[in-house]
């Protein structure tokens, strides 16, 4: 059994008001490391078996038609072990 | 890329610039460069472009909304009419209270969540910016056919969006409406009002005065967010299959905006501005130079302070870019030590950008170049006019001329299933699955909300002062007869208010159009503003501003006018009001008004696809008199429930009056088959106990309001002739629509 | 008697709380969320709203504002403390109580008119009412739905610590219908529906809410 990972993140030029959210917190509790934080949606999709190409290319196709709003997210789709 | 300075412009006059790109026509880049004797430089050529776009310079339809000004009634009752970023009406008590609404049309088909969501922020800081604590907010939304695959795409997104703004600011939902037609598939409308209150001596206003007080940006940091859409996204129609002019969004921040807000009060409480102007459509392009010309005209812009989320910005995008949730404040020096105080105790990003000069230029600097140097009326104000031909469509004549063939129920059977068939119906069915996304009970003010006929504010908890707002569109009407379809929303608005037994005090509204550069959409505009100014004459009410929004089209097929109308009414004790339905059986029910045959442009007609025959004619001197009568019943307490009869007639008024508290009604009426589903206006369903019979007859016969007994109240079915309809099965058909279509 | 509101930036219903403590009879004392001291109050509500925009998580945020840990360590104490919907989501975010809100089932914010039976009257906000006494009050939010592991929700039953329930339908997805719990010494109350919003017939659907802000009364004669 194998995990298709989809990551969605919001556009770097989109307006990301959770990660603010996040960015401005942090210093607050004395965490000074984060130059800035963003916030995404992890989707973990399991499968039997190796995934194929066709069925990688058809979760490209879901990513972009369900999981992620293309006109202000990105996805990158990957497998995990 | 090297910085295009006003020293380069000036050096290469001859340099070619993408006008035509940024929405420009020869003519008009030609003016720019008669205006400044030289080319413009690239950040001044963004600067008129998205200053003397439709959306922002109103070039087509100045020359009609002029009407507004010219016929307009004279009353101490506007403090601040047209012009300014909405206008302000005395309400009494040292209490004045200001109201506009504005499209978000196009930004809402594209991404309906963020469009509508940056919508409501948007007229949320037009109200703010007034000085007026914003209380209450409205949406009318209107949507392709129910059941057609986009508008369950657009919908539930549109709604969320209010939904998720509106919420978070802690405003109040107080109404709207949700329409469907399949000329808006494509073009949905997501129209939103807001409402705010103040003092009168807190009003204040956009201008830039005195020189060396200081220009001061605070809010959201800038982004690349919207950059071009007012003048791209609004003044064209845009192709819904290509993606490449696809704009980027702007995404709302709620939770900066309610900071802002709180923020922006304390400010005002304390006295520490002179002007104040939101950063809307073109963002700093139009803050900037809208304070500037409002005042002297001159100002100094430093634009490399302009705090950035986007450190790659170059300057033109800087100034074109509609970042939300930004405020723009003209502050003295002296004031300036508690003004950034108060925006660090809010955690509010503040930046001092520039300071008002001598001069009668606005000048920009990057860096210490300069990179604009105008005068800055000529960008807010002297945009281009244009007197866009227009003519009679050649339909008008056409659809006038059909003659309505639908059923008429006469059977007890026939009755019930029309009665059901109507309450069924998208446009007249419970639309609780959109508003129970709404919060209607924050700030605790709230007296009347969707369902009733309006929505009522409380805004003073002593005396019970308050307003009571209702907004009104009749789109098949003005299909046939634009000039009479802007005058009947207008009346029937009015009469929303003052079913409640609220007094109209004011109106806005919100033009949608199809495209200007077609004449026939021309005409339904120039017949839509002239009907609506010879009504709001005629009624004594003044317009205090508005907004329109053109290019609701998609190919050739433009959608129906809609002049969406809001119309403000002053309640003196909101304890008194008279409610839209009754409790308690064995009151009666009476119909104020008469029912002619207007099945034209109804809902059933609608229903039975025919859009044709004749408008009914606005009879705005019985409208009066009705008001009047509506009004002076509340106050002697006349009336038990008061309800608006509109889309879908008698059948969907009665519908809505006996589930609203279950209590059924048992009523009998002449000429059922029209009478049951005509949409005649100026009609009122009351319910009076019987100890009032002779009261309301004196009053119908003092205003001349034709009075018909239609029966009492009572039982667990609506009995119409006969008929019996029992609430559960009504109730079924009416709440089962929304549910169904959209999960 | 004293009864401080707390104001977080993106808190909404701070106004309607006041409001809803002066008409029960105490006064409102308001508390902005970088206060160090509580003012001298008797007892505090977190109020409703989008404390943070409710960003990460409803009330992540918050519950790290300095006036918190005054808060925190007063009703550690027996210091009465309510939370109403976000104040709700707060408490349990600083583990006060139990539990965590989570999504609406229907995936969507919600507003109505909710008829909800009192469990619980002895805790320090609910003594006005009677045993399995049913009020409407307004309930409106999108992160309503009230979960916790089985354990938790034994312990919870058990105890008595079921402060108010859902009747008829779940709005929300709540776990056994739970409106609001408390504590085990019953003074911290963590509310899903706003009584505050029900003081009175004109302005909300009944005056049913009353009984919270008369019930702290009670809990500080004693």
């Known amino acids: 059994m194998a995990k298709i990972v989809v990551d969605v993140m919001l556009k770097p030029e989109i307006l990301d008001p959770q990660g603010s959210a996040v960015s401005a917190a942090l210093p607050r509790l004395g965490f000074t490391f984060a130059k800035s934080v963003r916030q995404g949606k992890r989707f973990e999709i399991e499968i039997e078996g190796e995934p194929t190409a066709a069925q990688l290319a058809e979760v490209e196709v879901a990513a972009e038609k369900l999981l992620a709003n293309p006109v202000i997210e990105t996805f990158v789709v990957r497998v995990e072990k | ?743 | ?222």
């Not at chain 2, 109040?172 to 494509?186: L, M, Q, R, S």
């Not at chain 3, 902005?32 to 509500?45: E, F, P, Q, S, Y």
Request: hydrophobic share 40%.
């Open chain 3, 1 to 222: 008697m004293k009864v401080g509101v707390v104001t977080f930036p993106g808190t909404l219903d701070d106004r309607d709380a006041a409001r809803a403590v002066t008409t029960g009879g105490a006064t409102a004392i308001s508390l902005w969320h970088k206060d160090a001291d509580l003012k001298g109050v008797d007892a505090v509500i977190l109020p409703g709203g989008f404390s943070y925009g409710d960003y990460l998580r409803c009330g992540a945020i918050s519950r790290f504002a300095p006036v918190m840990e005054k808060i925190i360590d007063a009703a550690k104490g027996g210091m009465p403390l309510l939370g109403i919907c976000n104040g709700f989501q707060v408490l349990c975010e600083t583990h006060l109580l139990p539990g965590a809100l989570t999504r609406n089932s229907e995936l969507h914010f919600l507003c109505t008119d909710q008829k909800i039976s009192i469990e619980n009257t002895t805790t320090a906000w609910t003594s006005s009412f009677t045993q399995g006494q049913e009020i409407v009050i307004p309930l409106k939010n999108g992160e309503g739905a009230f979960m916790c592991d089985d354990e938790t929700l034994a312990v919870l039953e058990g105890e008595g610590r079921i402060v108010a329930r859902y009747v008829g339908e779940n709005p929300n997805g709540s776990r056994n219908l739970i409106a609001g719990i408390t504590n085990e010494r019953g003074n911290i109350v963590g509310l899903m529906p706003h009584p505050e919003h029900a003081i009175n017939t004109l302005t909300g659907p009944t005056a049913d809410g009353l009984g919270f802000f008369t019930s702290v009364l009670n809990a500080m004669v004693k």
């Open chain 2, 1 to 743: 890329m090297t910085l295009d300075t006003v020293t380069v412009a000036q050096s290469s006059p001859d340099q070619s610039q993408p006008f035509a790109e940024l929405g420009l026509k020869p003519d008009e880049y030609a003016r720019i460069k008669e205006i400044l004797g030289r080319r413009p430089t690239s950040s001044e050529l963004a600067m008129y472009s998205v200053m003397w776009s439709e959306h922002c310079s109103y070039k087509s339809s100045k020359v009609h909304l002029k009407q507004f000004g010219d016929k307009a009634v004279k009353t101490d009752a506007l403090l601040v009419g047209i012009g300014e970023n909405a206008g302000v009406v005395d309400v009494g008590q040292g209490y004045a209270v200001t109201f506009k609404i504005e499209s978000h049309n196009h930004p809402s088909f594209i991404e309906p969540y963020q469009g509508a969501a940056t919508g409501v922020g948007g007229i949320v800081r037009d109200i703010l910016t007034m000085g007026a604590r914003p209380i209450a907010v409205m949406d009318p939304l209107r949507f392709g056919p129910a059941d057609a695959p986009d508008t369950r795409r657009v919908l539930p997104g549109i709604v969320a969006g209010v939904g998720g703004y509106g919420n978070c600011l802690g405003l109040a939902n107080i109404g709207g409406e949700v329409v469907f037609d399949e000329t808006y598939i494509g073009n949905p409308l997501v129209n939103a009002l807001c409402v705010g209150v103040m003092k009168h001596s807190d009003i204040k206003l956009a201008k830039a005065a005195g020189a060396g007080n200081l220009v001061v940006l605070y809010g959201a940091k800038t982004g690349g967010d919207g950059i071009g859409g007012v003048s791209v996204l609004a003044s064209e129609t845009f192709d819904t299959t290509g993606s490449a002019k696809r704009p980027a969004v702007q995404v709302g921040d709620p939770f900066v905006e309610k900071v802002l807000i709180e923020c922006s009060l304390e400010i005002f409480a304390e006295d520490l501005v002179i002007g104040i102007q939101d950063l809307g459509g073109a963002g700093l392009s139009c803050a900037t130079s809208e304070l500037a010309s409002g005042g002297s005209g001159g100002m100094k812009v430093e634009l490399d302070r302009v705090p950035l989320r986007d450190a790659s910005l170059s300057p033109e995008e800087i100034l074109m870019s509609e970042s939300q949730e930004r405020m723009c404040a003209i502050v003295e020096p002296s004031k300036i030590k508690r003004f950034l105080e108060i925006c660090d105790k809010w955690d509010v990003t503040v930046t001092v950008i520039g300071e008002v000069t001598d001069g009668d230029r606005l000048e920009i600097t990057w860096h210490g170049d300069l990179i604009v140097d105008v005068p800055p009326r000529t960008v807010a104000h002297d945009g281009p006019v244009y007197n866009r031909p227009l003519a009679k469509p050649e339909y008008v004549d056409r659809v006038n001329a059909e003659v309505i063939n639908v059923p008429r129920p006469t059977t007890s059977d026939e009755i019930k299933a029309t009665v059901l068939k109507l309450a069924a119906a998208p446009n007249l069915a419970d639309k609780s699955w959109v508003t129970s996304q709404y919060d209607r009970y924050v700030q605790g003010n709230t007296i009347q909300s969707q369902p009733d006929d309006s929505g009522m504010v409380r805004i003073d908890e002593k005396t019970h002062l308050g307003v009571a707002i209702a907004t009104d569109a009749n789109a098949n009407w003005s299909y046939l007869n634009p000039y009479e379809g802007a005058k009947l929303a207008l009346a029937e608005a009015a009469r929303n208010i003052a079913t409640a037994g609220a007094k109209p005090l004011a109106v806005t509204n919100c033009l949608n159009f199809g495209s200007p550069e077609d004449p026939g959409v021309m005409w339904q505009f120039a017949e839509s503003v002239r009907g609506l100014a010879d009504g709001c004459l005629e009624m004594g009410l003044p317009v205090t501003g508005g907004n329109v929004s053109f290019y609701n089209q998609t190919g050739s097929v433009a959608i129906l006018p809609t002049p969406v109308i809001g119309v403000l009414g002053v309640i003196d004790d909101v304890r008194t009001r008279t409610p839209m339905s009754f409790e308690e059986a064995g009151l009666d029910l009476y119909l104020l008004g008469e029912t002619a045959d207007d099945l034209a442009g109804s809902e059933w007609a609608y229903l039975h696809g025919q859009r044709g025959g004749q408008s009914p004619i606005a009879d705005l001197q019985r409208e009066m008199r009705l008001i009047d009568l509506l009004v002076a019943g509340r106050v002697n307490k006349v009336f038990t429930a008061a309800h608006d009869l509109s889309q879908g007639g008698l059948s969907a008024s009665l519908t809505e009056m006996v589930l609203r508290h279950n209590v059924g009604a048992d009523v009998t009426v002449e000429n059922i088959g029209t009478a049951l589903m005509s949409e005649t206006p100026g009609r009122v369903i009351v319910a009076i106990d019987p100890s009032q019979t002779k009261t309301l007859g004196d009053l119908a016969t003092k205003h001349q309001i034709v009075l018909t007994k239609l029966g009492t109240t009572g039982g667990d079915s609506l009995v119409i002739n006969g008929a019996n309809i029992p609430l559960t099965e009504l109730r079924t058909a009416w709440t089962e629509t929304f549910p169904k279509l959209f999960g």
